[in-house]
T-cell receptor, first 116, second 111 residues
């Protein structure tokens, strides 16, 4: 199993450009998440999904959009990129919603995005 | 009060030392607790779950105190390779058990 994969690894955008960050998991997990992590800070949840066709906002959704057409894929769309969106973006998945202590999240390697 | 709070450190300790981190959480309905490890510029990885009765995995011991709403991580006989940021994660009931991350505690183990 590859686990959670993300592309691209790095990207530089100009202000106002758009892009899609790709995330794929091959563990047949129902739950998927997008986080951003700014330097020296914890992870902040952008959007999450509890299954194909179902998405919901997290703590910091403004400026982003998501879709979940399949169990495997959970792309994150940035429209009109702004310098405040410079960050490291992590995608994660989990089998369930974390009701038990045995359920954990698996993270992708991250995408480092710079908006200039 | 933030939902999950950690002392950011850094904790600077010599090899072989014992070091402990605490993490406090504000939501009394929290159900699941975890410690993750994050190396510099890498993704977080699960270190251990935290069970109500406390649990141990080699040199690492995690404990939960529901009454005072905190969890702890104890690392014995620190190794250079333990240098990393340790993230406290709390998942609360109320629908989707969305996890909340602390900002992490930085540990530096020196020779």
């Amino acid at each position: 199993n590859a686990g959670v994969t993300q592309t691209p690894k790095f990207r530089i955008l100009k202000i106002g450009q758009s892009m899609t960050l790709q995330c794929t998991q091959d563990m047949n997990h129902n739950y998927m998440y997008w986080y951003r992590q700014d330097p020296g800070m914890g992870l902040k949840l952008i959007y999450y999904s509890v299954g194909a066709g179902i998405t919901d906002k997290g703590e910091v959704p403004n400026g982003y959009n998501v879709s979940r057409s399949t169990t495997e894929d959970f792309p994150l769309r940035l429209e009109l990129a702004a310098p405040s969106q410079t960050s490291v973006y992590f995608c994660a998945s989990s089998r369930t919603g974390g009701e038990t202590s045995t359920d954990t999240q698996y993270f992708g390697p991250g995408t480092r995005l710079t908006v200039l | 009060r933030k939902e999950v709070e950690q002392d950011p450190g850094p904790f600077n300790v010599p090899e072989g030392a014992t070091v402990a981190f605490n993490c406090t959480y504000s939501n009394s309905a929290s159900q699941s607790f975890f410690w993750y490890r994050q190396d510099c510029r890498k993704e977080p990885k699960l270190l251990m779950s935290v069970y109500s009765s406390g649990n141990e995995d080699g040199r690492f011991t995690a404990q939960l105190n529901r009454a005072s709403q905190y969890i702890s991580l104890l690392i014995r006989d620190s190794k250079l390779s333990d240098s990393a940021t340790y993230l406290c994660v709390v998942r609360s009931s109320g629908g989707s058990y969305i996890p909340t991350f602390g900002r992490g505690t930085s540990l530096i183990v020196h020779p």
